[in-house]
């Protein structure tokens, strides 16, 4: 029987797999295990925390022992990673979390799947260990190409850029290169990933998505919060001048990858996963206010007097892009979706369900916004 540990389903990205593997796949197994940090909500998962092949574990990745005894139970086949910290302005203020979790948190499921394989007759064979990672550990991208061709290339226009200047994308082969602690953090946790495969040939994947939007994403990452705080009217602290570039993909598109890569991808193989939908800040920033207003009936741009620009992050990363052809070729995966129709759909659900984000937004993260915007004095 496949019976498979999913690390951090409780949080944004996890509870996407959890539900879309549950529900695709009633004849696995599927094991959540979540520590429920403050990133970690199990109403993510109300809709599917009843079917008969799921199962929540409140456990931390870093209790070997708990992760060990839990495979051996439940006689593990696959592990697909998601758990960490996954917050760059929290890194900032506490490296030492994300070192935690994401360098020993991993190396602890890593330790606790290879004892338990090997334990077995058959060892590594029909065994699997997934780990996801992201773009930012390959550091950051140039604005302007060369040529004098400026980013950002949205959706279609990006797969001919890709064509005609590959070296300014994230390849699978492009040097690792992190900057922030969270990135630095991610970037050990993928060495230990495929050093475990080299050294002891555990069969490793791992892939490095960029950054993903969609519902159920905790509101300090700049969508859910911009949203949350236009309809609040809330200042929205656009960071310097608002011209970092990223490159968007919907949650449910990398949720796809990841099923397709765990089933058929390459073992020791590195997948890029990307939404060829790059956007600077400012210019996402106004379709959302756009859409906000218009979804709430007031008129579309009347809340751009919200956006504020503040002291911007240390270290902060110009552009992120990922050329995930690799995966396309190999496994003929692409994004379902037009950034224009995602975005729409995410804006709608987080007014749609006010109470999930009322809920979240109370209590310990009203501390939490006021300290970290305390430190970010306008620059208007
Ligand atoms: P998230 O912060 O929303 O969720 C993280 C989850 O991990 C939470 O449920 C939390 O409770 C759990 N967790 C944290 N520490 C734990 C511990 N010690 N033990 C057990 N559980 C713990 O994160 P996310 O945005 O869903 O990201 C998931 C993964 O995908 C991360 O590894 C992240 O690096 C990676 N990733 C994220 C993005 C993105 O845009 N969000 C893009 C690429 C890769
Ligand atoms: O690229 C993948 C990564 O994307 C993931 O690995 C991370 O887990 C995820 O958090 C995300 O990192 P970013 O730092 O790019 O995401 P964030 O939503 O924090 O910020 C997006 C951009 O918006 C970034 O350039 C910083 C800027 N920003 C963010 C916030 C929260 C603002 O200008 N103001 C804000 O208040």
Not at 94 to 115: E, I
Not at 135 to 160: I, M, N, Q, R, W
């Amino acid at each position: 029987m496949t019976s498979i540990i999913i690390t951090g389903g409780a949080g944004f990205i996890g509870s996407h797999v959890v539900r879309l593997f549950v529900n695709k796949y009633p004849e696995y197994r599927i094991i959540n295990v979540d520590k429920l940090t403050y990133a970690g909500n199990l109403a993510n998962l109300k809709d599917i925390e009843d079917k008969p092949n799921y199962r929540f574990v409140k456990a931390d990745i870093c209790d070997f022992d708990t992760i060990y005894a839990l495979m051996q139970e439940e006689h593990v086949t696959g592990v697909i990673h998601l758990a960490a910290e996954s917050h760059v302005d929290r890194s900032i203020k506490d490296p030492f979390t994300f070192a935690r979790t994401n360098v020993l948190g991993t190396l602890s499921m890593l330790q606790a799947a290879k004892l338990y394989w090997e334990s077995l007759p058959e060892k590594y064979e029909g065994k699997r260990f997934y780990h996801i990672s992201t773009d930012e550990v390959y550091g950051a991208l140039e604005l302007t190409h060369p040529e004098g061709v400026t980013p950002p290339f949205t959706t279609k226009a990006s797969s001919a850029h890709h064509e005609a200047y590959g070296e300014e994308f994230f390849l699978e082969t492009t040097k690792y290169n992190p900057h922030s602690p969270y990135s630095a953090s991610k970037a050990s946790s993928d060495h230990f990933v495929r050093a475990f495969h080299d050294t002891y040939g555990m069969p490793t994947i791992v892939t490095n998505c960029s950054n993903n939007y969609g519902p159920y994403q905790f509101p300090e990452k700049l969508i859910p919060l911009f949203i949350n705080n236009i309809r609040h009217r809330k200042p929205l602290p656009v960071y310097g001048k608002g011209e970092n570039v990223r490159d968007w993909l919907y949650v449910e598109d990398h949720a796809r990858a990841i099923d397709l890569i765990f089933h058929k991808g390459t073992i020791a193989e590195t997948y890029n996963i990307g939404g060829f939908n790059e956007w600077k800040n400012i210019d996402i920033i106004k379709v959302v206010i756009n859409t906000v207003d218009r979804l709430l009936g007031r008129q579309e741009g009347e809340d751009m007097d919200l956006i504020t620009y503040v002291t911007d992050r240390a270290g902060h990363d110009l552009r992120y892009a990922i050329d995930s052809r690799k995966l396309q070729a190999e496994l003929g995966w692409e994004p379902s979706l037009q950034f224009e129709e995602g975005i729409e759909k995410t804006v709608r659900w987080y007014l749609d369900n006010q109470a999930w984000m009322d809920n979240i937004t109370s209590g310990e993260y009203e501390k939490y916004y006021e300290d970290m915007y305390a430190e970010r004095p306008s620059c208007d």
